[in-house]
């Protein structure tokens, strides 16, 4: 619907038209008027689709993680105990997801979780394997069984979760609305996809393997994404083993229609980089320099999103509840970007094929568990045989 105002302004541009012309006139530009907006609501829609597209696609990959550790937790359970395992494994997943939503920004301050969580799903993915070779569970034991798949089910439930909010809450964009089609989805992807897998595991022993081989990778990028490991090697030693390091803690992009980037100022030619539309930033930006990046843009939008630039690379203050003595400690801990001077530390360390084989390490160390656990336990003693009978 066009505004008063903007009608008004039609007719007095289409005034000095003969009266037929005229009213033919303002037709015409009331319709470009309308064009205009219909164009405007139509590109705002295509972003907000592409975005639950995002969504989607995100959960499509992560969720998946979660359906491959459930089925394998459940999938020797006799077939009323399976789905009773697959339930509550599934209601435990969502329930994970909207509690880590709702404290995002406190786990975001937790040095070293991923590490952790990466450690233990290592752990998951081997006892799981393991697991999956030993014979089938009985009638007998289903219910104290079943228990224990739900127990193993929580455990690597709390530790994926938090990654796949994470990235969830990133596409969102404090969308509420979207980051519930973003756990609707999730519900509807673990509890169809595990027991579908569930099923596909038992006709072939192979995907067991397979399911251990993806829990392993996940845990290998988990332990390699934690932000206190690659602080210290990035910080301490000038490397960088993930380009993942880079994106998430250093680098910030932002697309920008009509940007001057031929002017950018001498002081931010080391920090600034802008191509084909993409403006980068490596670092954390104080004010002065948003104000500088400001300048060079024309267009509102382009203003909008270095705003947007600033709010996610500024310097953070410390929480005012930290004592004084770890206030130094926590500033790191607080930032979403590192500092400038991190970048220039490995402006000559990059080694990302040490991720690769560190994933591949971790993949083979899961799925040899089993040899050296059998190797590891202790054999029992052969019972005696009967004596013969005289």
């Known amino acids: 619907m066009l505004s008063p105002l903007g009608c008004k302004r039609n007719s007095d541009l289409a005034a000095g038209f003969p009266a037929d012309l005229g009213t033919l006139a303002t037709l015409a530009l009331n319709r470009h008027s309308f064009s205009f907006f219909a164009d405007s609501d139509r590109n705002m829609a295509l972003e907000y689709l592409a975005s639950i597209a995002q969504i989607i696609l995100i959960d499509i990959v992560l969720s998946g993680d979660n359906a491959v550790v459930i089925a394998m937790a459940a999938h020797k359970l006799p077939a009323y105990q399976r789905q009773r395992a697959i339930l509550w494994g599934g209601g435990i997943a969502i329930f994970l997801r909207i509690v880590f939503t ?88 673990i509890m169809t996809c595990s027991a579908l897998i569930a099923r596909l595991m038992n006709r072939f022993k192979w995907i067991v393997s397979l399911g251990a081989a993806i829990l392993a990778l996940t845990a290998g990028e988990m332990m390699l994404g934690d ?31 009509k940007f001057r980037g031929g002017d950018i100022p001498e002081g931010l030619r080391d920090i600034v980089h802008y191509e084909r539309g993409k403006l980068t930033f490596v670092g954390q930006m104080d004010e002065a320099q948003r104000d500088q990046l400001l300048e060079l843009a024309d267009e509102p939008a382009d203003r909008k999103e270095i ?64 040899y050296w656990l059998r190797r590891a336990k202790p054999e029992s003693p052969a019972s005696p045989s009967p004596p013969n009978p005289a």
């Not at 210290?232 to 910030?252: P, T």
Request: charged share 20%; aromatic share 10%.
């Open 227 to 257: 932000r206190e490991l690659a602080s210290y090697l990035v910080r301490n030693h000038g490397v960088c083993l993930n380009s993942h390091w880079e994106e998430d803690f250093m680098l910030s992009h932002s697309h920008l229609a």
């Open 307 to 370: 705003e947007k630039l600033f709010e996610e690379t500024r310097v953070r203050p410390v929480p005012d509840w930290v004592p004084e003595a770890l206030r130094e400690r926590f500033a790191r801990w607080v930032q979403r970007k590192w500092p400038a001077e991190d970048w220039k530390k490995i402006s000559d360390g990059h080694h990302h094929h040490v991720a690769w084989i560190f994933y591949v390490a971790v993949i083979g160390f899961c799925l040899s568990s089993p």
């Open 102 to 189: 709702m404290i995002m920004a406190f786990l975001l301050m937790v040095p070293g979780v991923r590490l952790v969580g990466g450690l233990v799903l290592t752990w998951i993915a081997c006892k799981l394997l393991g697991d999956g070779e030993e014979h089938a569970v009985s009638a007998d034991d289903a219910d104290r069984s079943a228990l224990a798949a739900i127990r193993m089910i929580f455990v690597a439930d709390f530790v994926m979760s938090l990654d796949n909010m994470l990235a969830v809450a990133g596409a969102s964009h404090g969308d509420w609305q979207r980051l519930l089609l973003g756990l609707l989805v999730s519900i509807g992807i």
